[in-house]
């Protein structure tokens, strides 16, 4: 589910929805997808706080640059250079990506270097501390700290020029809904997966940042109108968590330029050369804990309708949710047992 039905169904169950499908103009779609990061981000704190690596990515510092969030990072920045013992910062200290929550471990690339071991320790260690200060310790062992933010603190340097691996707990990308462009429509084609866009203003997939996981959403009648998840105008065509037609949510492949992104599935329908769409966030959790969210945002909407008692409900079932998600991420990453069969 993409968090653009996950807010349509918040809007439904905390009962402000009417029957011709408006809500309320006391809140609109930035307010809920402001709510629905609030809510990621607390998500996200209980990932951690189970120690499993829900999110774990692998990155290398030979990788092409990427975008997290409007920040272009490269990451040779993190590549090992050679450095003077004497020097504080040279070959020491190196900044690691926007999107790390915790580095789990380091490995050498290089093949000249795979001998050398990094192993996580604590700045204010006596080892660390005692290593700093000597110009060339030699040994195949490296101590690293993350200190600030995100900047890797080494011991001491490596000597050399040396390409390397990361593996760390990664940030999720904040959840957007990306409304279709004034009067700008999609082109899709039966059995294709490529989905144009043209006219109006122009799409900008590419320049608006739109990160993956997404879902596309059509027009539900193939018309050029986008699907709106919330408004006052009665005439819109709301979204709906239909399985069927073209309204059907579809999961993104790839944004390819500004105008142009590939489905995961070929389109089963009728060639349309103009068809109103929408775009929206759809990470992997929403496929099984939405009613989390859906909790959450229905107790926003009512403590902005000042509705305390319906509030304090809507955050009473996201708390119990909240244990029922504990245990689920908890049970996912156990550990596998081995069990040998018994001979009798």
Not at 202 to 224: K, M, Y
Not at 284 to 306: C, N, P, S, T
Request: net charge negative.
């Amino acid at each position: 589910m993409n968090i653009a039905l996950v807010i349509r169904q918040a809007l439904i169950e905390a009962g402000v929805v009417r029957q011709d499908g408006t809500s309320s103009g006391i809140f609109d779609l930035a307010d809920m997808v402001t709510w629905a990061n609030d809510c990621q981000r607390l998500m996200e704190a209980e990932w951690r706080r189970s120690g499993k690596d829900y999110n774990l990515i692998r990155r290398q510092s030979d990788d092409a640059s990427f975008t997290f969030e409007n920040e272009t990072f490269a990451p040779s920045s993190f590549q090992l250079i050679a450095g003077s013992g004497d020097s504080p910062t040279i070959g020491r200290q190196f900044t690691l990506p926007p999107d790390l929550i915790s580095l789990k471990r380091i490995r050498a690339l290089s093949s000249n270097h795979r001998q050398v071991i990094f192993t996580p320790l604590d700045i204010t260690h006596p080892t660390f501390r005692e290593l700093e200060n000597i110009n060339d310790p030699g040994g195949s062992e490296i101590y690293w700290d993350v200190i600030g933010r995100r900047t890797l603190r080494l011991s001491h340097p490596i000597g050399a020029t040396v390409e390397i691996e990361l593996f760390y707990n990664a940030r999720l990308p904040a959840l957007y809904v990306h409304p279709g462009r004034a009067t700008n429509v999609a082109d899709v084609t039966i059995d294709s997966t490529t989905v144009n866009t043209s006219g109006g203003t122009v799409t900008a997939f590419l320049t608006d940042r739109l990160s993956l996981p997404a879902e596309i959403i059509f027009n539900s009648t193939g018309g050029d109108g986008h699907p709106i998840v919330m408004s006052q105008t009665s005439t819109d065509d709301f979204i709906t968590g239909t399985r069927t037609g073209t309204g059907q949510a579809r999961p993104i492949e790839s944004f390819d330029d500004s105008n142009t992104l590939t489905l995961e599935a070929t389109w089963p329908y009728a060639t349309d050369t103009s068809i109103g769409y929408l775009i929206a966030s759809a990470p992997q959790y929403l496929e099984d804990h939405y009613h989390l969210m859906v909790a959450y945002l229905k107790a926003k909407i009512r403590g902005r309708m000042m509705d305390k008692q319906g509030a304090a409900a809507g955050m009473g079932e996201f708390k119990q949710g909240v244990k029922e998600f504990q245990y689920d991420i908890a049970k996912r990453a156990d550990d596998a047992e081995y069990v040998e069969d018994f001979a009798g």
